[in-house]
């Protein structure tokens, strides 16, 4: 028996009411994860609607259909997979589609998988163990620039070439196997915060797990591709909790003619919840609506009058 997911959904109440979500629609859930937002999904749409959820987490997938059997659609997959998702079950669009980036607290708190700095299993970080190279594989072979960049540009470390100095140095008497060698490693390079808000190993750990799992690039990927797959009037839903997501999402939706930004700011979770959940309190949540043809079509006749 596969045990129950301790992830707390973020904003849930918010994404719903934004969204819009009602009885009958089709809602994808692109990252299922402990499956909270879509539990939410789920008592709104009713029995007279659908949900996809999909996740490139194996374990989260078959936890997933332990708890909900039949009533979630739900594929292990990566969200920008979605076109050929909704392919195969002949759907041409849907109604609203949330992607809740980064990791859960099921996969922190898994101590085989490396996300959690304390963890004495093996520095892997990725979210499907079958697909592509483990965080170690990247520490173990990338030379000393390579290695740098990629702290410096995934995890924004300004310490990056002090941290990437000491892995090559360590990883010539043995290779750094654990997530806690490289936490401890990491912390002797960089001060700690003043106010220690964030542990002085988050951006190396981030940079790493956005390495190992091709994460900006899946996001870009998706941004191009997701909106081809909204109904119009249909909305798509983003929590971004890094910055260099946020950006992403931000640009992309701002630049995309079949979109129109809902949010002119992104919405943040109340002190209250930040208070309840510690997990929420760096969240960004995005949200864009497709435009029909039409409305495209006189944007774009609107524009030309104008000049
Ligand atoms: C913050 S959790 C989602 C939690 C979920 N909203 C809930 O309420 O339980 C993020 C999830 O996204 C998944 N994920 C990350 N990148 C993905 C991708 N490219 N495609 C699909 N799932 C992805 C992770 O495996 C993780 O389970």
């Known amino acids: 028996m596969t045990e129950q997911s301790i992830h707390v959904p973020i904003l849930t109440a918010e994404i719903m009411d934004l969204l819009g979500v009602r009885a009958g629609q089709v809602i994808v859930d692109g990252t299922f994860g402990g499956g909270g937002h879509a539990a939410a999904f789920l008592a709104r749409v009713g029995p007279a609607g659908r949900l996809i959820g999909v996740d490139r987490d194996p374990q989260a997938i078959s936890r997933g259909r332990e708890k909900f059997g ?74 000393e620039k390579a290695l740098a960049d990629l702290i410096y540009h995934f995890g924004e470390e300004r310490y990056s070439r002090v941290i990437a100095r000491r892995i090559c140095e360590r990883r010539r008497a043995a290779p750094i196997a654990t997530a806690a ?81 809902l949010t002119k700011k992104p919405v943040v979770p109340s002190d209250e919840e930040i208070a309840r959940n510690p997990r929420s309190r760096s969240a960004k949540l995005r949200i864009a609506e497709r435009v029909s043809e039409d409305d495209r079509g006189v944007g774009r006749h609107a524009r030309r009058e104008r000049n």
Do not use: M
């Open 70 to 143: 039949d009533r979630i659609d739900l594929e292990c997959a990566s969200y920008a997979d979605l076109p050929s998702i909704l392919r195969e079950r002949s759907l041409a669009g849907v109604d609203s589609i949330l992607l809740d980036l980064g990791l859960s607290s099921d996969q922190l708190a898994d101590h085989e998988r490396g996300f959690s700095y304390l963890a004495d299993g093996p520095l892997d970080l990725r979210f499907n163990p079958t697909e592509g190279r483990p965080a170690s594989w990247y520490l173990q072979h990338l030379d």
């Open 181 to 261: 060698e490289l936490c401890e490693l990491v912390s002797r390079c960089v001060p700690r915060s003043r106010n220690h808000s964030i542990h002085p190993a988050t951006r190396t750990f981030q940079a790493l797990r956005i390495a190992a799992n091709d994460e900006l690039e899946n996001l870009r990927q998706a941004l191009e591709q997701l909106p081809d797959c909204l109904l119009p009037g249909g909305r798509l839903a983003i929590i971004s909790f890094h910055s260099l997501e946020d950006r992403i999402v931000k640009h992309a939706f701002r630049n995309d003619p079949r979109l129109r930004v």
